[in-house]
């Protein structure tokens, strides 16, 4: 199966990378999709990064701890808006 991209930016950047890595454009544009792929993959969401930052000090979330309502972030962005 062919792709074809037809874009001067990424034509220009599948050579950069290409060149940078010391292989083929094919290879290049390969091993940036697996790469991208993999990092979004294992992307913490922001609450697992609370989590993480938070275990690394000795802390944890309160265990009936529930998430704010999306009305509290509309009021929080009003008053900081104000101020």
């Known amino acids: 199966m062919t792709l074809n991209i037809r874009n001067e930016e990424a034509d220009?950047?599948?050579?950069?990378?290409?060149?940078?890595?010391?292989?083929?454009?094919?290879?290049?544009?390969?091993?940036?999709l697996k790469e991208t792929i993999d990092k979004r993959i294992r992307q913490e969401t922001p609450r697992e990064t609370a989590r993480r930052i938070l275990t690394k000090r000795g802390l944890s979330f309160k265990p009936d701890r529930r998430p704010l309502s999306s009305d509290a972030y509309h009021d929080l962005d009003h008053d900081l808006g104000s101020a």
């Open 12 to 32: 220009e950047l599948a050579r950069e990378l290409a060149r940078i890595d010391g292989t083929t454009i094919t290879d290049a544009v390969i091993s940036a």
